[in-house]
């Protein structure tokens, strides 16, 4: 199957600093990239999903000014999480789309991050 | 609104047979997922089902009704690695997939 890489895996990080989380598609052209948060024992909720080379579509409630997202070629997408805050702390997940059979996503390892 | 309800937790016991229901009310209909997620893990893709009927891969089952807007998963010869969250997702008219809160299903010897 498909693979999609996350980096980092985990993140521990000083309130008010910004983290850069990378995703990745290793073995096939993403043509939509989609951006999840999970909380404990919450199911997925989806944050924002990008087309290459386009901005990306934000859901409600999400702004788009804190989590910056940039899907810069078919294999790579980055969130940012400008100024966070402990509230921010989340387990955040990429997935990937291209031409599977069903068009199921694919997702990375997630990236547990941690704001102090 | 567009509403995915399945079972919050199951429990079942090693080598037998569970059924993880779901059932879904959605603007459109382009085909239903399940994912299986370990405690700390992404979810990984296990079944689509687009057209009625049951689709059989392996000891993992997934079936389709349209007109009832039901679906389950079907897991045999349970196995203890089986213990994770399953979740479903229908993919709606706009092809934006709606998922469900996902079922904590628990293994005991």
């Known amino acids: 199957g498909a693979v999609v890489s996350q980096h980092p895996s985990w993140v521990i990080c000083k309130s008010g600093t910004s983290v850069k989380i990378e995703c990745r598609s290793l073995d096939f052209q993403a043509t939509t990239m989609f951006w999840y948060r999970q909380f404990p024992k919450q199911s997925l909720m989806l944050m924002a999903t990008s087309n290459e080379g386009s901005k990306a579509t934000y859901e409600q409630g999400v702004e788009k000014d804190k989590f910056l997202i940039n899907h810069a070629s078919l294999t790579l997408s980055t969130l940012t999480v400008t100024s966070a805050h402990p509230e921010d702390s989340s387990f955040y997940i990429c997935?990937?789309?291209?031409?599977?059979?069903?068009?199921?996503?694919?997702f990375g390892p997630g990236t547990r991050l941690t704001v102090l | 609104g567009q509403n995915i309800d399945q079972p919050t937790e199951m429990t079942a016991t090693e080598g037998a047979i569970v059924q993880i229901n779901c059932t879904y009310q959605t603007s459109g209909f382009n085909g239903l997922f399940w994912y299986q997620q370990h405690a700390g893990e992404a979810p990984t893709f296990l079944s689509y089902n687009v057209l009625d009927g049951l689709e059989e891969k392996g000891r993992f089952s997934s079936f389709l009704s349209r007109s009832k807007g039901y679906s389950y998963l079907l897991l045999k010869e349970l196995q203890m690695k089986d213990s994770a969250s399953y979740l479903c997702a229908v993919k709606d008219s706009n092809y934006q997939l709606i998922w469900g809160a996902g079922t904590k299903l628990i293994i005991k010897p």
């Open positions: 997935s990937a789309a291209g031409l599977a059979e069903y068009n199921e996503q694919f």
